[in-house]
């Protein structure tokens, strides 16, 4: 025996109304179209100069202290051994 029509949201009209909800929700989304660009704030060229001159004295300090470190681990090796330096 065969049935007339097919139960539950498989039927035609149950198919259409979820593919409209689905074309809603997704007109309703916001998408990478809809989307606003961030705003950036305006830099200008003295705080760009003035930001790199910031980060070269950082990297400056940096690295001569790194260097402090070194010459204090060397010292202490080679003062074992020489004791002329």
């Known amino acids: ?17 979820i593919a409209v909800t689905l074309l809603l929700a997704g007109l309703a989304a916001p998408g990478p179209a809809g989307a606003k660009p961030l705003a950036q704030p305006a830099v200008t060229e003295a705080a760009k100069l ?8 950082k990297a ?6 790194r260097q ?6 060397m010292k202490a090796v080679s003062g074992s051994i020489c004791n002329g330096c």
Request: aromatic share 2%.
């Open 60 to 65: 400056q300090r940096t690295a001569e202290a």
């Open 68 to 73: 402090r470190l070194w010459d204090r681990k």
């Open 1 to 17: 025996m065969m049935r007339a029509s097919i139960p539950g949201p498989m039927r035609p009209a149950g198919m259409a109304a």
């Open 50 to 57: 003035k930001d790199i001159k910031l980060q070269g004295e």
